[in-house]
Structures are given as C-alpha cells and as structure tokens.
C-alpha cells in the first residue's frame, strides 16, 4: 500500500503553539489522528487571524477545505506543547495549499511529529458556489 508522502516546504511563514489538551488524547494514550486534524484547525484559525481573516471572511469571501493530507510521524502526548508551522503556497484562481509542519520538543530538540497539507477552496456560502480569490488574499498571505 502506498503511504502519503508531504513535499514541505522550504521555509513557513507563521507557527503557532498549541498545547495538548487531555481531550486530545485517545484509547492508546497519545493524540488521536482526529484530533491531529483538529490541531491544524486552530493552527488555521490563528494564521489567518494575524492576518485580520476568519474562515467565513476572508478578503470578503469564505473558506472551505477541500482535502487534507496527513503524514504521522512520532506520537504526540498528554503535556507537549506542539509548535505549529505553517505557509500558504501554490495558489490558483480559486485557492490555495496550507502546508503544516507540527513539531514536539524531545529532550529539549525540537522533533517533526506531523507533516500535512490542507487544500483550500475560497466559496460564497450564501450562493454555494467557489469563487475567485482575492487579490488581496494572495498578497496577505503568499
């Protein structure tokens, strides 16, 4: 079976720390793959708000995710502090890539637990339907 490989970038642009929090933590005591996904989320969430974006205005229009991709590299625990890389890159007429590199400290040097890439869509919610994105959106966070 093929696995997911991520190309990563080769510079992020923001990091953002994010503790563990015990609702993270599954049945085989360490982060589940879900809340990995909810991790990128807040990591989304604070990379566009320095940005002044939300998910629902983003230079006027919204975002949704149109795929995601996850390579899991070491367990992460109850009491890491995660340090949550990310960059918005190859973009087209209608979105663009997040890249997310999440690392964990391991006596004290700092270790690539998570590799991902979210695919990002710019969408009218009120017409349900894609749009472009804005020019604005490309400069603020290419």
Same mark, same amino acid.
């Given at each position: 079976?093929?696995?997911?490989?991520?190309? @990563? *970038?080769?510079?992020?642009?923001? $990091? /953002?720390?994010?503790?563990?929090?015990?609702?993270?933590?599954?049945?085989?005591? #360490?982060?589940?793959?879900? !809340?990995?996904?909810?991790?990128? #989320?807040? /990591?989304?969430?604070?990379?566009?708000?320095? #940005?002044?974006? &939300?998910?629902?205005?983003?230079?006027?229009?919204?975002?949704?995710?149109? %795929?995601? /991709?996850?390579?899991?590299?070491?367990? +992460?625990?109850?009491?890491? !502090?995660?340090?949550?890389?990310? $960059?918005?890159?190859?973009? &087209?007429?209608?979105?663009? %890539?997040?890249?997310?590199? +999440?690392?964990?400290?391991?006596?004290?040097?700092? @270790?690539?637990?998570?590799? !991902?890439? $979210?695919?990002?869509?710019?969408?009218?919610? %009120?017409?349900?339907?894609? @749009?472009?994105? *804005?020019?604005?959106?490309?400069?603020?966070?290419?």
């Amino acid at each position: 079976m093929a696995r997911v490989k991520i190309s @990563v *970038p080769a510079s992020y642009s923001f $990091t /953002a720390v994010i503790p563990v929090r015990i609702s993270d933590i599954n049945y085989g005591n #360490h982060v589940g793959n879900d !809340a990995v996904l909810s991790i990128l #989320h807040e /990591a989304r969430m604070q990379f566009l708000i320095k #940005h002044g974006y &939300t998910e629902l205005n983003c230079g006027g229009i919204g975002l949704i995710m149109a %795929d995601a /991709a996850i390579e899991f590299k070491k367990e +992460i625990f109850y009491g890491d !502090a995660l340090e949550v890389k990310l $960059t918005a890159t190859d973009f &087209t007429s209608i979105g663009f %890539d997040l890249y997310y590199q +999440i690392e964990k400290k391991v006596n004290e040097q700092p @270790v690539i637990a998570v590799l !991902a890439k $979210t695919g990002m869509i710019c969408y009218n919610y %009120d017409l349900k339907k894609i @749009v472009q994105v *804005p020019e604005q959106v490309k400069e603020a966070l290419g």
